[in-house]
């Protein structure tokens, strides 16, 4: 009896690993050369619904989309048809997004350093607001405003000097940091605002960091709002809008059992902590915990090399595919999606000639061989957008076919679209998309 349950444990152990693992369409992705990102729109459509659903339960919250997190252009068309607003920081990335269809009446743009081009890109698309850090920023939007004959309505980022319990490099609200207005100078920019014909001061705008788990940080946040707010009523200025930006962190560990974010507890924590004015509008500007978990880079096992005393499963993907591990010592969930023998351990390494081309240390994983799939979860968000070229590699989201194979047939160009279900959608770059036009006009 007590050997048959050990069996049982053993299964139960053995199934786990399997359930643990992501749910990939292994025998198409045989088919496409790696490595390659691979994104799941069902998550993704899921994720949203959620935001929907949690934000619409309050009054005057309003939802943007941090770009920076992804800007492939069906994630972003995706998001743009779901209603997000977008979040900006550059001039490329308020292209993007109206080119995807969001309403510029619902793109704000931020960044400490915007230049004079991508303020004239952004008052001609007539964007919702500008969220200025500096009064030197503020001066130049005015006068280019002024030069269009416009008035440009401007937030201004406030730095609240309030921590965030996240890695030192995407910690963003410390007097320390280069972001945003100081607290102390806030009088002073609103004075000066008040003075310029052609700029419109509507509300306040913070960030404190990202990939933030713990809801006692936006509790700070909020806190330190109502403070700056107590002291605008003071002056008896009541702004149209304070907005709050992202953060919100995903859970790395568990990407299968937790796809979606804590959007409720999240939501209902400004709703518990901020004071809002009537008819006061709430914005956030959310990244990662819109796109993270619905997106995997997936790559081969090149070699399994047996070191002194580890072994290395070196794969097709790099940190040029991937940069978060080497840059912020970040985890991604690492899966042999084409194994299911017994686990092993290894450190899964990429190819650049970098030490810190690590995915991860002493990772356990089913028995790997040369040409095995490996999945590296979670990397929706800054994985795809952040990729390089350095050793002169090619982007990973780039399915590249050269010219001289345009004309190898349709079949073969056109395999990996019809490999797609409704539910996963792989990035085909613009020469595949050519191809495939060309290819149908010779039909
Ligand atoms: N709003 C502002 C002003 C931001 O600077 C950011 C992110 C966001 C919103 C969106 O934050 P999220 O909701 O995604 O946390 N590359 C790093 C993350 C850098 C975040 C930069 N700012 C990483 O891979 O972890």
Redesign the pocket.
Known sequence: MKKAKHIFAFFCLKDTYKIMKGIFPIDKFNNIETPFYYYDTKVLRETLDTIKREASKYENYHVHY?I??NANNKILEIISNSGLGA?C?SGGEVKAAIKAGFPADKVVF??VGKSDKEINLALDYNISCF?VESVPELEVINELAKAKGKVANVAF?INPNVGAHT?A??T?GLAENK?GISMEDMDKVIDMAKEMNNVEFVGL?F?I????LEMDDFVALCNRVNQLQEKLTSMRIIVKSINV?????IDYSHPNRKPIPSFAEFFNTYHKHIKLYPGQKLHF??????V?QCGSLISRVIYVKEGTNKKFAILDAGMTDL??PA??Q?YHKIENISSDEPMETYDVVGPICESSDVFGKAIDLNKTHRGDLIALRSAG???EI?ASRYNCRELPIVYRRRFNLIFIGVVAITTPIILLDANILIFLPEIYKLSICLSLLMI
């Open positions: 941090a920076k997190a979040d920081v931020a960044g969220n980022r890695h490099n995407i963003t972001f705008h960030h960091g990202s990939q933030i930006g992202g953060g919100l962190g500007e959310l990244g990662r915990a819109v993270g940069i978060r840059l912020y970040a968000a800054y994985g952040m």
